[in-house]
């Protein structure tokens, strides 16, 4: 049988930066281009939406069809697979997943495990292993059943607490579930009230609203004095304040998560989901989705990505029992697919992960 001809619609990130939907240039699997080897062809059955769809325009990545994590088949092996696709300025048309076919790193693709849905699936690939070089690479934290060890200068998890500032986001979503299994006894988490039963459910121990920070803080601290808890680190999921025009240091949620260390720590373990400027506070280190490559200030050495692949694959096979899939909404049309990455760039998306069903209507 052959594919239809009708042509699908593909997600646009303009040199305006804006999202638009334009015909998908590669509307059935023979149109893409071929495939070197170290690449697969893709049909993307969802895409997941996250902020960086639409603010990588801020980095001067534009003018290509938008989009990152996917769940699909890989049309060479017709298995069902997960992935990422990689960022960057002048991003060839086939990479973005906001599309229904692209060609994808074959280093970067995931089998899905059976009885993982496409939907949670493709919401997966960047919020976990950001969370995962946080905790394994930043922190430094073991994961004895996936196999990493403690880094020399690495945290404890044992009797020990760690901060999540974020955790309604997809990334603090993650972050909670990672520290959970690494053994981290208590998970401090700071989300909106109306989240806290939610996040409690996949692994926090402690919930704080986030609306007024210098009183978060204060609690933060009373709760660690109660509980003769030693706070070791500090993951900001989320970043906020840092991209504001006009704002500063002391009006982001990376400056407010510092003051609830303990202070008794050898080092500073401080790890954001986004680069805190160097100018406002050195100590922070940024998270990132993969570790394999990059332009960073200090390129780090491949088995940083060896040990974030390593909780990826370890939760892959243990899903069933490790993994609490985001509560999930699926769009369908271009319509409501635009509506979603605009309100997840403004953070108007909060304890929900929104995934396209493609093709786009």
């Excluded at 893409?32 to 062809?41: D, G, K, M, S, Y």
């Excluded at 495990?113 to 919401?123: Q, R």
């Excluded at 044992?158 to 990334?171: D, E, M």
Aim: glycine share 8%; hydrophobic share 40%; aromatic share 10%.
């Amino acid at each position: 049988m052959t594919e239809a001809t009708t042509h699908p619609t593909a997600l646009f990130l303009s040199s305006d930066g804006e999202i638009t939907p334009i015909v998908a240039p590669f509307p059935i699997a023979a149109s893409l281009p071929l495939a070197p080897q170290t690449h697969v062809p893709i049909k993307v059955t969802h895409s997941a939406i996250q902020p960086a769809d639409k603010k990588h325009f801020n980095l001067g990545f534009h003018s290509s069809i938008t989009g990152f994590d996917y769940a699909g088949i890989n049309l060479t092996t017709n298995t069902p697979v997960l992935g990422l696709t990689w960022p960057g300025p002048h991003r060839p048309l086939h990479a973005g997943a906001h599309q229904p076919y692209i060609l994808a790193r074959s280093d970067l693709i995931w089998t899905r495990p059976e009885g993982l849905s496409a939907e949670a699936a493709a919401g997966l690939p960047t919020s976990l292993l950001t969370a995962a070089d946080a905790f394994i690479n930043i922190f430094g934290f073991g994961f004895a059943s996936a196999g990493i060890e403690q880094l020399p200068s690495g945290t404890h998890s044992q009797g020990k607490g760690v901060l999540i500032w974020g955790g309604a986001s997809a990334v603090g979503w993650a972050a909670i579930q990672v520290a959970r299994e690494i053994g981290v006894e208590f998970i401090f988490v700071v989300a909106s009230t109306k989240n806290h039963d939610l996040l409690r459910g996949i692994g926090a121990t402690h919930v704080f609203d986030y609306t007024h920070p210098e009183e978060t803080t204060k609690e933060i601290k009373r709760t660690l004095q109660s509980l003769d808890v030693t706070l070791t680190a500090v993951f900001d999921a989320v970043g906020a304040g840092l991209e504001d025009a006009g704002s500063t240091y002391e009006n982001s949620s990376c400056y407010w998560g510092k003051q609830c260390l303990s202070g008794d720590q050898e080092r500073d373990a401080l790890a954001c989901a986004r680069p805190v400027p160097r100018e406002w506070d050195s100590d922070w280190e940024f998270a990132i989705f993969s570790r394999k490559w990059g332009a960073l200030p200090k390129q780090s050495p491949e088995w940083t990505w060896s040990r974030q692949e390593k909780v990826m694959r370890w939760f892959l096979e243990n899903h069933a029992a490790a993994w609490k899939p985001m509560p999930t909404r699926v769009v369908r049309s271009k319509e409501d697919a635009v509506v979603a990455i605009n309100s997840s760039a403004e953070g108007r998306i909060s304890c929900e992960k929104v995934v396209i069903r493609h093709p786009i209507l």
